[in-house]
């Protein structure tokens, strides 16, 4: 019975997330169809052990008793307590799932994590990358492919004079704006995103981000772009806004290179989007 009642949690815990949505606080939906599918096949688990429970019934009862309750001390002090762990640890996650508020990453993560490339650079381990600002999937492709794909996306992205980033484009032009910068040098871009105040910047200059998901949570980065107003500005962190204005370039001592930068010339606040991630679609 209390596997049923944990396997049936789990498959309520997988729908409810689809209905709500929030589904997508944890993966890139591009693998939706896998975390729904489990719906199933965990709801045909929990029905398998409803009828196994019903079925079998009293000798079931009696073997728990007797385990639980029987004469053997030194079995009992050998068994309960290990199942007891076991069911601890595979409902703690069920019920962290259902109980407690969805977290959304942000600034505060950012700060914790620190703010600098050697990040993408120095960690090897490409299930353990978080990256920082630039997006960079090449570990995700083979080399020939991976080049291919960037080319082509810095023709898409550069060809037209304006380009408007969003929930689709966000993360593929964002990786052709860094590795191709002189092809959009002086192009009008827009962008999205959750105000940061990184380290050795100007009064009137921050960064844009959102964090940027390829696969699933574990690998979240956070990317975007420096912004420059003309004048001084005073936005606290995970503030949103949109910002519009010409694309350059800029030497930032902290990376000790020089990345791209948006002089501003339009831009407003705005409100926090009801999915802040953005994806990487293929």
């Not at 009642?5 to 729908?15: D, H, Q």
């Not at 309750?69 to 259902?98: M, Q």
């Not at 990453?105 to 650079?121: C, M, N, P, Q, Y």
Request: with cysteine; hydrophobic share 40%; proline share 4%.
């Amino acid at each position: 019975m209390i596997r049923f009642i944990i396997l049936f949690g789990f498959a309520y815990l997988f729908l409810h997330l689809h209905l709500t949505g929030d589904i997508s606080k944890y993966i890139n939906m591009r693998y939706g169809y896998l975390s729904f599918s489990m719906i199933f096949i965990i709801g045909f688990m929990a029905v398998y052990q409803i009828v196994k429970w019903n079925v079998e019934g009293g000798k079931v009862h009696a073997k728990v008793e007797e385990k639980l309750f029987g004469h053997d001390h030194s079995h009992e002090n050998n068994t309960w307590w290990k199942k007891g762990l076991t069911y601890a640890l595979v409902v703690f996650p069920l019920i962290t799932g259902l109980f407690l508020p969805i977290a959304t990453l942000d600034s505060t993560i950012v700060r914790a994590k620190g703010f600098h490339f050697a990040e993408i650079d120095n960690d090897k381990d490409q299930y353990a990358n978080h990256q920082i600002l630039k997006p960079d999937t090449s570990q995700y492709y083979e080399s020939s492919t991976y080049k291919k794909m960037l080319k082509s996306d810095m023709v898409k992205y550069s060809k037209p004079n304006y380009l408007y980033l969003n929930d689709d484009n966000f993360l593929r032009a964002l990786e052709a704006v860094y590795n191709y910068p002189g092809d959009f040098s002086n192009k009008k871009i827009s962008i999205m995103g959750f105000v940061y105040h990184g380290d050795s910047l100007e009064k009137n200059q921050l960064f844009l981000f959102r964090f940027g998901i390829i696969h699933c949570i574990a690998d979240a980065g956070v990317f975007g772009l420096m912004v420059q107003f003309p004048h001084n500005v005073d936005y606290k962190d995970d503030t949103w806004m949109r910002a519009e204005g010409m694309l350059t370039e800029t030497y930032y001592q902290p990376f000790k290179q020089t990345i791209p930068v948006i002089k501003v010339t339009k831009w407003k606040q705005v409100e926090k989007p009801k999915s802040p991630y953005a994806y990487r679609k293929y």
